[in-house]
């Protein structure tokens, strides 16, 4: 948890290497290179979402880039949560990472905060680790912004769209062929 004058040294360090333009790697590939066009939709249709309620225009490159370096400053939220595993870090971990950080997020919102997951501040893994003192035996996941959400800001109430249950669930409903031993 990064907080106060740490957590503003850190916004500070992750904006200035957008703003030398220095390209974002992270430790880890985000997203399969096969891509998934109907998911791949929906990610920008949501992110244009978020850009119109933010009053951008949502085709505009320098309004993207204010977006994403909003992202880094970590929205202005008085926390920032940095979520890290083992540099030889399995699948699995992965997926118990985001059990945690979902759980994590449920939490907030029963005290009443309001979080935002961001993969973007991964993109610059060695400044996280260097402004953190952490090891190079550490895997920026993905950092967490945590804050009162303030209601008033047409962001906060923006509602992307959602898939169809029939889109993503395959129903099986037929019960299978008896077999001697069905183990």
């Not at 249709?45 to 977006?67: F, I």
């Not at 893994?125 to 895997?139: C, K, Q």
């Amino acid at each position: 948890m990064v907080t106060g004058q740490r957590k503003d040294a850190l916004a500070r360090r992750l904006c200035a290497q957008f703003d030398r333009g220095v390209a974002q790697q992270a430790d880890y590939e985000y997203r399969s290179s096969r891509s998934d066009e109907t998911a791949e939709a929906r990610a920008r249709e949501a992110n244009v979402g978020v850009l119109l309620a933010k009053g951008y225009n949502g085709n505009d490159r320098a309004a993207r880039r204010a977006h994403l370096r909003d992202n880094l400053g970590f929205y202005g939220a008085p926390v920032e949560m940095i979520f890290h595993l083992p540099v030889d870090a399995r699948p699995g971990q992965f997926l118990e990472m985001g059990f945690f950080v979902q759980n994590v997020m449920l939490s907030l919102i029963a005290c009443g905060l309001g979080s935002c997951p961001q993969f973007s501040v991964a993109g610059y893994p060695d400044a996280i680790r260097a402004e953190l003192g952490l090891g190079p035996d550490r895997l920026v996941v993905c950092g967490l912004a945590v804050g009162y959400p303030d209601e008033s800001m047409p962001v906060n109430r923006f509602q992307p769209g959602r898939a169809e249950l029939a889109d993503y669930v395959q129903w099986h409903d037929q019960a299978p062929p008896a077999t001697a031993d069905p183990y």
